[in-house]
């Protein structure tokens, strides 16, 4: 699949961070909301929306979110400017 990929950065309701990746963002955001999401959110609930950026495509994202996945916490809060 082709077109826009979102890497995104959720701020749990404990405080831990979780970084992942979309086509449809707001549909990600209510999934995750819902529990229907990944499961490390399922059990952090509510989650808020801390920090997007696009990607032209889901191999770009992909790469992108490894990259953050391997950012430390202060690395990754500085990046939602916290």
Do not use: F, W
């Amino acid at each position: 699949m082709t077109g826009k990929y979102t890497v995104y950065i959720l701020r749990c309701a404990d405080g831990t961070l979780y970084t992942g990746i979309t086509n449809d963002l707001a549909k990600r955001l209510r999934t995750h909301n819902a529990g229907h999401g990944a499961k490390y959110t399922r059990a952090r609930l509510p989650v808020s929306l801390a920090y997007s950026e696009e990607a032209p495509d889901k191999p770009a994202a992909l790469r992108r979110e490894l990259a953050i996945k391997a950012l430390t916490r202060e690395e990754k809060l500085r990046l939602i400017g916290q």
